[in-house]
Nanobody, 127 residues
């Protein structure tokens, strides 16, 4: 079971990179996929999530309206389209997967609720 995040790099403010999270060893269809990020010297924070069942999406207030999460089950890949990037979006971005049931509705915001993690991809926003 492996997740591979990719698509990071250096972008200018206002840029629109797309991150990918590819799975191997399991089928993403049955898993909720979360995106987290960790800026230098800061705690890892939740960014977005897409559910397994109905494809419902959720976003942190800091990225709502700028980021879009989607999934392509045929490619076993989840994407995070990031638009209008700001310097404060600079971070290592991680994708995570979990397929279990949870006792509360906002579990997807909690990093410890995810069973599988990718290695992270660095996004640097700078002019």
């Amino acid at each position: 079971v492996q997740l591979q995040a990719s698509g990071g790099g250096s972008v200018q403010p206002g840029g629109s990179p797309r991150l990918s999270c590819a799975a191997s060893g399991f089928t993403l269809d049955y898993y909720a996929i979360g995106w987290f990020r960790q800026a230098p010297g800061k705690e890892r924070e939740w960014v977005s999530c897409i559910s397994s069942s109905d494809g419902r999406t959720y976003y942190a207030d800091s990225v709502k309206g700028r980021f879009t999460v989607s999934r392509d089950n045929a490619k076993n890949t989840v994407y995070l389209q990031m638009n209008s990037l700001k310097p404060e979006d600079t971070a290592v971005y991680f994708c995570a997967a979990d397929g279990s049931a949870h006792a509360y509705s906002t579990w997807y915001k909690v990093r410890y609720e995810y069973a599988y993690w990718g290695q992270g991809t660095l996004v640097t926003v700078s002019s």
